[in-house]
């Protein structure tokens, strides 16, 4: 009988425990909830706040990894490379592998180091697809972004934002659709993705990024002793 008893109250005490930890639990979950609606963002909202991290920035050195998947090519290409900006000048130094792409947002040359060859185009022809609109920088301003791209939508991902936009104007060249990952808590550029017109798509992830360094000028001009200028397909 003084089992039952003590069993009685063991469940009792139990039920009590749960029923004074759900008022805390939907506190807790009330404060949940308006925090997540405190936090929830218009999608021109979170561009407006990327774009305020571009501000002071005339200079870039980016670290990545890229991977490409080319309609032309059965196997996506991963590789590492390093990306300088010059913004105020607008030009580039795009590097991975054996491939030097250097340029402005008018003409490139393409190197190839391992056969000692080299191309020279206009920006957006091939070769770089997307590097000429980079080497205008990335927009500073709502007015900017909205006269280099047109904003089709914003998707929230786990710890960050998409921003998928049409490049419009020279930015369009060859290219379908930018998107650009932005952190959720600082909206610093995590890295991009772009969809050229016929269906490949190359992916880049930035894993380092350097503000303002110092770019010798030399950086932006080819080398091209040694080279033999050809026409690369």
């Known amino acids: 009988m003084w089992l039952r008893a003590v069993v009685a109250n063991v469940n009792c005490g139990l039920m009590i425990g749960k029923l004074s930890f759900l008022p805390a639990l939907g506190i807790l ?4 909830v308006s925090d997540l609606q405190a936090q929830d963002l218009s999608e021109e909202q979170v561009v407006a706040n990327w774009l305020k991290t571009n501000e002071g920035v005339s200079r870039l050195k ?3 990894t890229q991977t490409q998947a080319m309609k ?4 996506p290409i991963v590789q590492r490379g390093n990306l300088w900006l010059d913004l105020s000048s607008k030009k ?3 590097e991975a592998g054996q491939t030097l792409v250097i340029g402005n947002s008018s003409n490139i040359t393409i190197q190839r180091t391992g056969g000692k060859k080299y191309e020279k185009r206009a920006s957006g022809s091939g070769g770089a697809p997307g590097l000429a609109s980079l080497a205008k920088g990335f927009p500073k301003s709502m007015s900017q972004f ?3 791209y047109k904003l089709l939508k914003v998707t929230k991902g786990m710890g960050d934002y998409a921003i998928l936009a049409q490049p419009t104007g020279a930015s369009a060249k060859g290219v379908k659709t930018f998107t650009f990952k932005v952190d959720s808590k600082d909206f ?6 772009l969809v050229l ?3 490949s798509k190359v992916s880049t992830s930035f894993r380092s990024v350097t503000r303002n360094p110092s770019i010798p000028a030399s ?15």
């Open 92 to 94: 580039f130094r795009w």
């Open 188 to 193: 610093a550029l995590e890295g991009m993705s």
């Open 197 to 199: 017109k016929d269906g």
């Open 29 to 32: 979950l009330a404060f949940s």
């Open 72 to 75: 032309t090519v059965k196997v």
């Open 219 to 233: 950086t932006f001009v080819p080398d091209l002793k040694g080279y033999t200028e050809t026409k690369f397909k």
């Open 62 to 64: 980016l670290n990545f």
């Open 146 to 148: 909205k006269s280099q």
